[in-house]
């Protein structure tokens, strides 16, 4: 389950990197597990998982994130990373302002199983080349339909 049904389904404002109180402890929330947000607890290596909505107060919003543009793209395996401008044998899949991006971004890839990487879904699983392509136009598709202010799936 993704972080952007968690605070649909639940109505809270859970992202990656907000900051909580989880049963009077503080951390960072890291990602999902099924219905459940991973937290890491201040001081705590790993994250574990807590219900979005049992002992959990949500604090402040992070500061906003740079109003900068930047593009997000992939590599042929399905990894997501972000810059100023799309490296050599990577594909661009969106641009537009950097909070933006990363919030559509973050929302909608697939997290890989360390919870930090974030994946084109389909890519990492497709049986070869094609499939794999085919995946990713679907993406890119896909954010199309969030396209917006400071938000633009490239191709789409």
Same mark, same amino acid.
């Given at each position: 389950?993704?972080? @952007?049904?968690? *605070?649909? $389904? $639940?109505?809270?404002?859970?992202?990656?990197?907000? *900051?909580?109180?989880?049963?009077?402890?503080? =951390?960072?929330?890291?990602?999902?597990?099924?219905?459940?947000?991973?937290?890491?607890?201040? %001081?705590?290596?790993?994250?574990?998982?807590?219900?979005?909505?049992?002992?959990?107060? $949500? !604090?402040?919003?992070?500061?906003?994130?740079?109003?900068?543009?930047?593009?997000?793209?992939?590599? #042929?395996? %399905?990894?997501?990373?972000? =810059?100023?401008?799309?490296?050599?044998? /990577?594909? =661009?899949? /969106?641009?537009?302002?950097?909070?933006?991006?990363?919030?559509?971004?973050?929302?909608? #890839?697939?997290?890989?199983?360390?919870? @930090?990487? !974030?994946?084109?879904?389909?890519?990492? @699983?497709?049986?070869?080349?094609?499939? %794999?392509?085919? /995946?990713? /136009? *679907?993406?890119?598709?896909?954010?199309?339909?969030?396209?917006?202010?400071?938000?633009?799936?490239? %191709?789409?």
């Amino acid at each position: 389950m993704s972080l @952007e049904h968690i *605070r649909n $389904y $639940y109505g809270v404002p859970a992202k990656k990197g907000g *900051r909580v109180n989880a049963y009077g402890k503080s =951390g960072t929330i890291t990602g999902t597990s099924n219905a459940h947000l991973l937290i890491k607890l201040d %001081g705590e290596k790993h994250s574990n998982p807590y219900h979005p909505t049992d002992g959990i107060e $949500y !604090l402040e919003p992070e500061p906003k994130r740079s109003s900068t543009n930047i593009i997000a793209y992939c590599w #042929a395996g %399905g990894l997501i990373q972000f =810059g100023p401008s799309v490296p050599d044998g /990577a594909i =661009g899949i /969106a641009r537009g302002e950097e909070s933006k991006v990363r919030e559509v971004i973050e929302t909608t #890839a697939r997290h890989a199983k360390d919870n @930090e990487r !974030l994946l084109v879904p389909g890519v990492p @699983e497709a049986a070869n080349e094609r499939e %794999g392509l085919a /995946a990713l /136009a *679907r993406y890119i598709q896909w954010l199309g339909e969030r396209n917006g202010p400071g938000f633009r799936a490239m %191709g789409a």
